[in-house]
């Protein structure tokens, strides 16, 4: 063991350094070992709170639901939602009525 830690994006035990940089030889990954690793996204909801897994928030803008007749309504409680980085929506969701959808951050507000 080299005493290195592991890479951070595979989490390979392989890691070398190469000056001030730490590189995994696997996936290709650089990275300084001094500076405080990052935790991913902060999602924040349109007054700027921060959002987590499982909170519950509250549309602030009326949102048609693409390929229906369907509104989700200003004031509409979502329970639980989960926090994602794929594609251009943040949160996966279950809307009651109307159920599973993507929202984005940017009109809700944590309640």
């Given at each position: 063991m080299s005493g290195l830690p592991a890479c951070p994006a595979c989490n390979?035990?392989?890691t070398y350094e190469d000056g001030a940089l730490l590189?995994?030889?696997e996936c290709g990954h650089e990275w300084n070992a001094n500076e405080p690793a990052t935790q991913g996204k902060v999602f924040r909801d349109a007054n700027g709170n921060e959002l987590q897994d499982g909170d519950t928030v509250t549309v602030?803008?009326?949102l048609k639901v693409k390929g229906s007749s369907l509104v989700v309504k200003v004031g509409t409680k979502v329970k639980n939602i989960r926090l994602t980085e794929e594609g251009d929506h943040d949160i996966d969701c279950?809307?009651?009525g109307i159920g599973p959808m993507k929202l984005k951050t940017e009109f809700v507000k944590k309640a």
């Open positions: 390979s035990e392989y590189i995994c030889p602030i803008k009326d279950k809307v009651d």
